[in-house]
């Protein structure tokens, strides 16, 4: 949990394994509120701090924002306020927002001591962060430790005192290697995936193209088949129309019929050989009688 500090303003507790900044006792707080040269206006903002700082104390986050928030409106420039806010969004699990009231800090507050706290906290917020990218995307996790350590170093720079930073610093470069080493197993994973793909579509091309072979000469031979059998089609259709055209030039013999002069000889040889016949019958035999009606 939070406690106490300089100016009633609350430090954060660090992750698992991170360390907190030590306590500061009660009575600081109290000495250091009588000690802040607030205005006369702005009495009623300290109020609400000490206000907020107890309902944050209970664990009643809500209530201890809103009441940092009508003391921010009553004195907007104090960057004590903003601190108290970024650790109760902290709490609340508001990570961005929480990074965004620390940055306030750094911009208002000339005091190196608050100032070295609350880049301390944006170093907390960042590992945070990336404790949460870190099962999902290990690169956005990466880069949140290395932001996390850069707040480190920035808080050690305005307080050299500040045992814990340089504790979390090696924490989160412990942190850093073993995701490092995540991302490269990945990355080995992910290649040799790629290439046992690889491996199995080159004989599934190489299938792929004997089919397209095979296919366009099954292609070819039946191109060669429908050609032949067109040929062959075309050179019935041609013997067909020649014998056709053959049978309309020759005369069929039932259908010929004789000139008018061969039929006239005809008969008068067929009367001729008649007469022979009964000749020669009247002569071995008795006449018939014949009978002229």
Same mark, same amino acid.
């Given at each position: ?9 609350? $430090?954060?507790?660090?992750?698992? #394994? ?35 700082? =107890?309902?944050?104390?209970?664990? !009643? ?59 301390? #906290? ?10 949460? !990218? ?22 050690? #720079? ?10 979390? $610093? ?30 199995? =579509?080159? *004989? &599934?091309?190489?299938?792929?193209? %004997?089919? %397209? ?12 088949? !429908?050609?032949?059998? &067109? ?7 041609? %013997? ?6 053959? &049978? ?5 013999? !039932?259908?010929?019929? *004789? ?10 040889? &067929? ?23």
């Amino acid at each position: 949990m939070g406690s106490p500090n300089i100016y009633g303003l609350k $430090i954060e507790n660090m992750l698992t #394994n991170f360390r907190h900044i030590p306590h500061i006792p009660g009575w600081m707080v109290v000495i250091a509120f009588l000690l802040c040269p607030w205005p006369v206006a702005a009495e009623s903002a300290r109020d609400l701090v000490m206000s907020g700082n =107890s309902a944050y104390e209970a664990g !009643e986050y809500e209530k201890a924002l809103a009441e940092y928030e009508k003391a921010g409106a009553k004195d907007p420039e104090s960057a004590h306020i903003d601190f108290n806010k970024g650790n109760v969004y902290y709490r609340k699990g508001d990570f961005d927002s929480a990074m965004s009231a620390y940055e306030r800090v750094s911009v208002k507050n000339a005091d190196p001591v608050l100032a070295a706290r609350s880049r301390f #906290n944006m170093g907390n917020t960042a590992v945070q962060r990336a404790e949460q !990218e870190r099962a999902t995307d290990l690169k956005k996790a990466l880069a949140g430790y290395q932001a996390g350590v850069r707040h480190y170093r920035d808080a050690l #720079n305005l307080d050299p005192n500040l045992s814990d930073a340089v504790h979390n $610093i090696e924490v989160s470069r412990l942190h850093i290697r073993q995701i490092m080493e995540e991302i490269r197993k990945q990355e080995e994973q992910q290649k040799a995936l790629e290439s046992l793909k690889d491996e199995k =579509s080159e *004989p &599934e091309q190489k299938k792929d193209q %004997d089919q %397209d072979k095979q296919g366009d000469k099954q292609g070819d031979k039946q191109g060669d088949k !429908e050609k032949d059998s &067109e040929g062959e089609q075309e050179k019935g259709d041609k %013997d067909q129309k020649e014998g056709e055209q053959g &049978e309309e030039d020759e005369p069929h013999p !039932e259908l010929e019929v *004789p000139p008018p002069d061969q039929t006239a000889r005809d008969l008068l040889n &067929e009367e001729k050989e008649n007469r022979r016949l009964r000749q020669m019958q009247s002569t071995h035999g008795p006449h018939p009688v014949e009978k002229d009606w």
